[in-house]
């Protein structure tokens, strides 16, 4: 009988997407997913961390807490730790759970096989690289063997690493410096995708709109000729993006966007704070009028434009005048939503150094809830005014709370609930909108406007 494997991922798309690829590297080594929810069944499993946020550690460490007593019980269990939390503590996991097997970081996903094997007969492995290997293609997350969940839809990374130094930021020092990736690979690799089935594409990166500005002197294509080329592949009916940086964003992306009709309708571009003095704190390079009026010339010319953002409560220094000022600005974005976070210091960051800076965590409390306050607000205005209104809608299966229903994701991220007989998923369907939530809508099929074109079966790609 084949061994079974299961991944549990913390944080954020990279990671997802860094999961699929050690589950595309495990199943090229005959390894298989195990059965079921229940992960503890698996003989290998794989814990792709994040180091974003402190829950995220705390999860963690609870985890591998209760593998410990099924490593008890079952020897030949395999535990491995990756992600950004084993690249930023390496022996300290090993230290505090010595029954892990394997450890390994960013830079070397591609050898969670190889390093698992290893352990086998070796014992307990740590391997963690200081830097990416620049030669080496495998580097890139989207050029290794991709055991995807979601048949229609794909990630493909064109950009590793960030050049930025915000003060809040742990990734530099865990993803490495800005790599981009070159430009051919990236459409070859949606030429692919869109051969075997797949009709959306999210391209990623810690700062898209630095996209090529790494190439050593090589003249190359910026990010928006990129969005150009990748909107033009054949069969590719959706791309999105994430994340680009507001500092970076300039007319001629916005332009991409508004002329490649494949290129949706939504920008997620992160404020993180609206006070000038706290945006200078952390390094961020814009103020909050600049980001203002981002905003509005994406608005003015990119038509039925969603703008969602992640914004930070709580940073060292923040005063009732500076979150007054984030308020403000959230309010004047009226944005479709937002991921809003409170302060976590990350040791090694610059912030995480101002400990006579942090904000008393009541205040910060109440503060997070009165951002959500109009955060929701906008988010809810934004939802009412779809109603009565024919959106587009690509399938992503039955809902979750209520499998009489059906799940969709209109061009501006949305999700609506909507009434219909099952479709696949990846169908293309127009969906009119009868109610709206604060966070979804509902909706009644109107029409089927193409079905998906990947096979049912889960295909396994090599980039
Ligand atoms: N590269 C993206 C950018 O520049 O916006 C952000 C990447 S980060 C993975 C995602 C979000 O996590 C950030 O936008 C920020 O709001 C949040 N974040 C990062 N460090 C944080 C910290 N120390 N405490 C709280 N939130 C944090
Ligand atoms: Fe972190 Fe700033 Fe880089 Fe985003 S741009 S990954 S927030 S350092």
């Excluded at 290893?118 to 080496?136: C, F, N, R, S």
């Excluded at 294509?221 to 990748?230: D, G, Q, T």
């Excluded at 916005?254 to 200078?280: K, N, W, Y």
């Excluded at 109603?387 to 299966?397: A, C, H, M, N, T």
Aim: aromatic share 4%; net charge negative; proline share 5%.
């Amino acid at each position: 009988m084949a061994r079974t494997y299961a991944i549990r991922t913390f944080g954020c798309q990279m990671n997802e997407h860094d999961s699929e690829r050690i589950a595309g590297l495990l199943e090229a080594d005959g390894l298989v997913p195990v059965e079921g929810d229940d992960d503890t069944l698996a003989d290998v499993v794989v814990l792709n961390t994040c180091c974003i946020r402190e829950n995220a550690d705390n999860k963690l460490y609870g985890h591998l807490g209760h593998l410990k007593s099924l490593k008890d019980r079952r020897p030949d269990l395999q535990i491995a730790v990756a992600g950004c939390l084993a690249q930023k503590d390496r022996e300290a996991i090993r230290e505090r759970a010595p029954h892990v097997d394997v450890v390994f970081g960013t830079h070397n996903v591609h050898r969670a096989a190889e390093l698992l094997q290893q352990a086998a007969t070796t014992g307990p492995v740590t391997e963690i690289l200081e830097e990416t290997v620049l030669e080496d293609r495998e580097a890139f997350p989207s050029a290794l063997p991709t055991r995807r969940d979601v048949g229609y839809a794909a990630w493909v990374t064109i950009q590793i690493g960030c050049d930025n130094k915000c003060a809040f930021c742990i990734v530099p020092a865990v993803r490495g410096p800005e790599i981009s990736r070159p430009v051919d690979d990236i459409v070859a690799e949606v030429e692919a995708l869109a051969a075997d089935g797949v009709t959306e594409v999210t391209l990623l990166g810690q700062n898209v709109n630095s996209f090529g500005r790494d190439g050593a002197g090589q003249p190359r294509p910026l990010f928006a000729p990129l969005l150009r080329a990748v909107g033009a592949v054949e069969g590719i009916r959706r791309v999105r993006y994430t994340s680009p940086h507001p500092k970076d964003l300039r007319a001629d992306t916005i332009a991409a966007m508004a002329e490649t009709p494949t290129v949706c309708e939504h920008l997620h571009l992160p404020l993180q704070s609206g006070s000038d003095r706290v945006l200078a704190a952390m390094h961020r390079g814009y103020t909050g009028e600049r980001y203002l009026a981002k905003v509005a010339a994406a608005r003015a010319a990119i038509d039925d434009l969603a703008v969602t953002t992640d914004i930070i409560v709580g940073f060292p220094g923040e005063t009732d005048d500076d979150f007054a000022d984030t308020l403000a600005v959230a309010a004047e974005a009226r944005f479709d939503g937002a991921y809003t976070f409170i302060y976590s210091p990350r040791p090694g960051t610059e912030a995480a150094e101002r400990v006579d800076q942090f904000v008393d965590p009541a205040v910060v409390s109440e503060r997070y809830e009165r951002l959500r306050v109009v955060i929701d607000r906008s988010a809810q205005a934004a939802y009412a005014e779809r109603v009565g209104r024919v959106e587009e809608v690509v399938v992503e299966g039955p809902s979750r709370t209520n499998p009489d229903l059906t799940t969709g994701r209109t061009r501006q991220n949305r999700l609506v609930h909507f009434t219909a007989e099952p479709l696949r998923a990846g169908t293309l369907a127009t969906v009119e909108i009868t109610r709206a939530g604060g966070h979804s809508l509902r909706g009644e099929l109107r029409e089927v406007l193409a079905a998906p074109r990947h096979r049912t079966r889960i295909p396994v790609v090599a980039g």
